[in-house]
Every structure is written in structure tokens, then in C-alpha cells.
């Protein structure tokens, strides 16, 4: 089973920024899709932003449209949110995720569209790691 690991979270002061890692333990990450997910107490699990495997296509969830940035390092075999002008709303544990697909039906305009909640398809979830937003 594949397993990630996030990193870099911490507490900000609103309008500040942070650089989340999504990094893979034993297996290629650079091989397949990745999402980023977030949760906070009392809600569901949310979209954030999705890449591709080969990195062009990139999609967010419209709470983080123009203030967040996903992106892959093929090198280091590792996937990057970065994010910035960051608000209390934004508090919640982060996650990154894959559905072992390259060209993934769940990283993909129609699915960002019209959902709002990640599919069961997406495996190897780590522990999260916390980011707070506050003054």
C-alpha cells in the first residue's frame, strides 16, 4: 500500500504563508496524480488542489483559488502547496493523497467542479499535518 508523508505545516498569522510537502515512503510518486485535502474540526474532508502526474494540469478548490500553488519537483520526487495570504478559515489538518493513476478522473476539471469531498479511491493517506491560522 502506498503511504505519504506531509510536512511544513506550522502556525501563521493571517495574510502569511506556508509551504506544505507531500513526499512518498517506497514507492514513485512521480508516477501518479496527488491531491492535497484538508479537514477541519466538525467538517468533512475537502478538496484543495490536485496536479497530474506530468505536472500541467493543476486544478484548486474555489476557497484557495489565487492564493494557493500545487506543484511536483520530478527530482525530488515530491509534490509542494504553497500557500499564501492565508486565512483563519484556512486552519485544518492538510493531507495529500493518490489514486495510483496517472491520468486520474478525480484531479480534473469536472470533478472540481462539481465536488467538494474527495472519492474512496484515494489511498495511502498520512497522518496530516496541522496548520493554524491565527493572530
Known amino acids: 500500500q502506498v503511504q505519504l508523508v506531509e510536512s511544513g505545516g506550522g502556525l501563521v498569522q493571517p495574510g502569511g504563508s506556508l509551504r506544505l510537502s507531500c513526499a512518498p515512503s517506497?514507492?514513485?510518486?512521480?508516477?501518479?496524480?496527488v491531491g492535497w485535502f484538508r479537514q477541519a474540526p466538525g467538517k468533512e474532508r475537502e478538496l484543495v488542489s490536485c496536479?497530474?502526474?506530468?505536472?500541467?494540469?493543476?486544478y484548486y478548490g474555489d476557497a484557495v483559488k489565487g492564493r494557493f500553488t500545487i506543484s511536483r519537483n520530478h527530482a525530488e520526487d515530491t509534490v509542494y502547496l504553497q500557500m499564501n495570504n492565508l486565512k483563519p478559515e484556512d486552519t485544518a489538518i492538510y493531507y495529500c493523497?493518490?489514486?495510483?493513476?496517472?491520468?486520474?478522473?478525480?484531479?480534473?476539471?469536472?470533478?472540481?467542479?462539481?465536488?467538494?469531498?474527495?472519492?474512496?479511491?484515494?489511498?495511502?493517506w498520512g497522518q496530516g499535518i496541522q496548520v493554524t491560522v491565527s493572530s
Open positions: 493523497a493518490t489514486d495510483e493513476r496517472a491520468l486520474s478522473p478525480y484531479c480534473s476539471r469536472s470533478y472540481y467542479s462539481t465536488n467538494l469531498t474527495p472519492p474512496p479511491e484515494y489511498t495511502g
Open positions: 517506497g514507492f514513485t510518486l512521480d508516477l501518479y496524480a
Open positions: 496536479i497530474s502526474s506530468s505536472g500541467p494540469n493543476t
